[in-house]
């Protein structure tokens, strides 16, 4: 079973285990997978829910996999990014796909589900599975030696968090993300933007540059666009070092030339001059396929953010591939934790999965849970742990959590400028089936179905 990961990390790929148990710690989207994959696997699973004991401040059911906002696990094309980490879940046996497609509703493009159904049926599978224990009860801490997935969510309740907080350093947990917009590369115009490092030093950012006017047209659309109201238990505590934008802006019509729109030691190659302002953009991918607006966390509604944040000069055509956000989110920052294969450098016993792995979303999150279950399950069978092909939706997550040239890793969607570039030049109405057929090529190489069960 080949592996194209690109850079597997110095891991020792099979720890033998005197428990053969997988225990698992959290009963969400990612763990619910996670139990399914290593149980069908052959091996014991204990599942620890802590509902309906206790509830984080988002959860409300007693059941397994329960979808704490929407009901829509989004697109369903497999010429979409998330329609074919869909599709390559489902080839790969996924509890968390069967479950959506016994209980979908009409949502036209977008594979939505009836919330209450969908959990009762995974909470069913999950029982009936002679191979799996579910406890429910809180777990406190982790046991490093016993093999473990962490799979508490972005709202893992506290004791376990700061647990978790002994094992990674507390540097390495976050408990808010503050994510500033992603662009696709291709769509800079870079005949604005231009590239350079603040006096010479260092790698090169992009920088758009703005005159008075323009810098005066923003901020007042900055300053007056729609925020997205806080949930309850949101309470505003924002390091001073990630204040969203828009409230910085609100200081002072001068601020942001103070902060992450300084222009200071920055020279418009086009004009000869310092600009009056400046966003600077900086590379999130090591293939140059994804910048970030450095230091654009937001609050502002999606729909707000596309239209301000095309006032930009050199972003007017821009395609965001991810908006702005804090959010409350206990996450680790597994470049500098975790192995291609989920577990931790340091304590290869524990894996981790579902959003506090660093990524995004229900479908993200449970196909965390499905990689950790299945090598959570080789681990305890002494077979060597294995990592998605590159070319895979799978793979492409693996390669942003273990992306270690972000400067600042946040969690992330999968998006296609996660991928690997396509080679030669492809329209942009055929990258998605392009991008598809090569990943469910590799996929198939990768593993049959059963091929390791
Ligand atoms: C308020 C909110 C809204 C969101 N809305 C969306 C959305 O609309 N669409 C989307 O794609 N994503 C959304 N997300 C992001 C994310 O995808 C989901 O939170 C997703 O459910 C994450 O899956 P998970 O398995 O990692 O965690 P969860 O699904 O949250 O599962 C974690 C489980 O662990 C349990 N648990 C926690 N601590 C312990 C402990 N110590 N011991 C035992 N059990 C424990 C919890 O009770 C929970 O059942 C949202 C997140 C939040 C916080």
């Given at each position: 079973m080949p592996t194209q990961n690109p850079e597997p990390r110095t891991q020792n790929p099979a720890v033998k285990t005197q428990n053969p148990v997988v225990k698992i710690i959290g009963g969400g989207l990612a763990g619910s997978e996670a139990a399914w994959q290593a149980a069908r696997r052959g091996v014991r699973v204990r599942l620890y829910e802590m509902k309906p004991q206790k509830f984080s401040p988002a959860h409300q059911s007693p059941?397994?996999?329960?979808?704490?906002?929407?009901n829509s696990l989004r697109a369903d094309s497999r010429e979409s990014a998330v329609g074919l980490l869909k599709e390559e879940m489902r080839r790969l046996d996924s509890l968390i796909m069967a479950a959506a497609l016994a209980t979908r509703v009409p949502a036209g493009k977008a594979l939505a589900v009836d919330r209450g159904e969908f959990a009762a049926h995974i909470t069913r599978v999950l029982e009936a599975e002679p191979r799996i224990e579910i406890i429910r009860e809180e777990v406190e801490?982790?046991?490093?030696e016993a093999t473990t997935i962490i799979a508490t969510g972005p709202l893992t309740s506290e004791p376990l968090a700061e647990a978790l907080g002994g094992l990674t350093g507390q540097?390495?947990?976050?408990?808010?993300d503050a994510i500033a917009p992603i662009v696709a590369a291709e769509s800079i115009d870079l005949g604005k933007a231009f590239r350079a490092s603040r006096y010479g030093a260092g790698d090169d950012d992009l920088n758009c540059p703005f005159s008075e006017a323009e810098y005066a047209t923003f901020f007042e659309a900055l300053t007056s666009a729609e925020q997205v109201p806080l949930k309850a238990f949101e309470a505003p505590r924002y390091f001073e070092g990630c204040l969203p934008v828009e409230i910085m802006a609100a200081?002072?019509?001068?601020t942001l030339l103070f902060g992450p729109m300084k222009p200071v030691g920055l020279v418009d190659p086009k004009t000869g001059r310092q600009p009056f302002a400046v966003v600077q953009l900086r590379a999130e991918n090591r293939e140059g396929t994804l910048y970030n607006l450095v230091g654009f966390q937001t609050k502002l509604k999606y729909g707000a953010q596309e239209r301000v944040f095309r006032l930009i000069p050199g972003l007017e055509q821009a395609e965001f591939v991810r908006l702005g956000s804090i959010h409350r989110n206990t996450f680790i920052h597994s470049p500098s934790i975790l192995s291609a294969y989920l577990?931790?450098?340091?304590?290869?016993?524990v894996f981790l999965a579902g959003q506090i792995s660093g990524v995004e979303g229900y479908v993200e999150s449970a196909a965390m849970g499905l990689l950790a279950g299945i090598n959570a399950a080789r681990q305890i069978l002494a077979q060597p742990l294995i990592i998605p092909p590159r070319e895979t939706a799978m793979g492409a997550l693996i390669a942003h959590l273990t992306n270690t040239t972000t400067k600042d890793f946040q969690p992330m969607n999968v998006n296609f400028g996660l991928f690997l570039p396509l080679e030669g030049r492809i329209p942009k109405k055929l990258r998605g089936a392009a991008y598809a057929e090569r990943a469910l090529k590799a996929l198939e190489g990768w593993m049959k179905p059963g091929e390791d069960s």
């Open positions: 059941f397994l996999g329960e979808l704490v906002c929407s801490a982790p046991d490093p540097q390495h947990l976050h408990f808010y200081r002072g019509f001068r577990n931790f450098l340091n304590y290869p016993q």
